[in-house]
Nanobody
């Protein structure tokens, strides 16, 4: 089974913290090129929030630098997004994504169903 399942979303006040989790199948961790968190604010294009590559390098949207941290647990096949100092504009559905190359002939994009983060006082 090749799948991603997000969890950890909820309601938090501005300035608060939340940690999102993405449970992945073992096959994804064996063959990923990069692991990502995305969001798509209403009326705007989908944006990349955070990325970690197969070499361990990370990238962040300018709006979340210094506040969000992406990491992974190789033993349990989990991708995390630690979100600190949350702002109302961070409110969105967050999606876990993986770019994988299970074979030399295949390159695939895998998406989770999303988890809702609401930042409001």
């Amino acid at each position: 089974q090749v799948q991603l399942v997000e969890s950890g979303g909820g309601l938090v006040q501005p300035g608060g913290s939340l940690r999102l989790s993405c449970a992945a199948s073992r096959s994804i961790f064996r063959s990923f090129k990069d692991l990502n968190w995305y969001r798509q604010p209403p009326g705007k294009e989908r944006e990349l929030v955070a990325r970690i590559t197969d070499t361990g390098s990370t990238n962040y949207a300018e709006s979340v630098k210094g506040r969000f941290t992406i990491s992974k647990d190789n033993a349990n096949y989990i991708i995390y997004l630690q979100m600190n100092n949350l702002k109302p504009e961070d409110t969105d559905v967050y999606y876990c994504n993986a770019s994988i190359a299970p074979s030399v002939e295949a390159n695939l994009e895998i998406w989770g169903q999303g988890t809702l983060v609401t930042v409001s006082s």
